[in-house]
């Protein structure tokens, strides 16, 4: 998604349910969300600082993890948005790199 395309189109004063068709966005909330991270990104306003990356918390075991009785993985909010940065409706291009797995986000 082009992000300057988003803050551009709020700038001009374009009504919300317009951008969201215009840029396939399903949500009131998915717009906001993304409208501030586009800001963020763009340096125009400060993000959020998460009390849990403000304060050093103790080591935590890391739990292996399992493939399922259907072929998935199962991989937990807290992994994926709080310590990783990724958002819901991140899209992955997945690879294989010796024993390893690469999620490359699009």
């Known amino acids: 998604m082009n992000k300057k395309k988003i803050i551009e189109m709020v700038r001009k004063g374009v009504p919300d349910k317009e951008i969201m068709r215009e840029l396939g ?8 969300k993304m409208y ?11 993000g959020i600082v998460r009390e849990s990356k403000m304060k050093k918390a103790k080591p935590k ?3 292996p993890l ?13 992994l994926l ?8 409706g991140d ?3 997945v690879s294989k790199r ?3 797995i690469i999620l490359k986000k699009q």
């Open 61 to 63: 075991k890391k739990r």
């Open 36 to 46: 501030y991270d586009a800001l963020v990104e763009a340096g125009k306003i400060k």
């Open 98 to 100: 010796k024993d390893s």
């Open 91 to 93: 899209k992955f291009a």
């Open 81 to 88: 948005v709080d310590q990783l940065g990724f958002n819901k």
């Open 25 to 32: 966005i399903q949500t009131k909330a998915s717009l906001k």
């Open 66 to 78: 399992a493939i399922g009785k259907r072929g998935t993985l199962l991989l937990s909010n807290k």
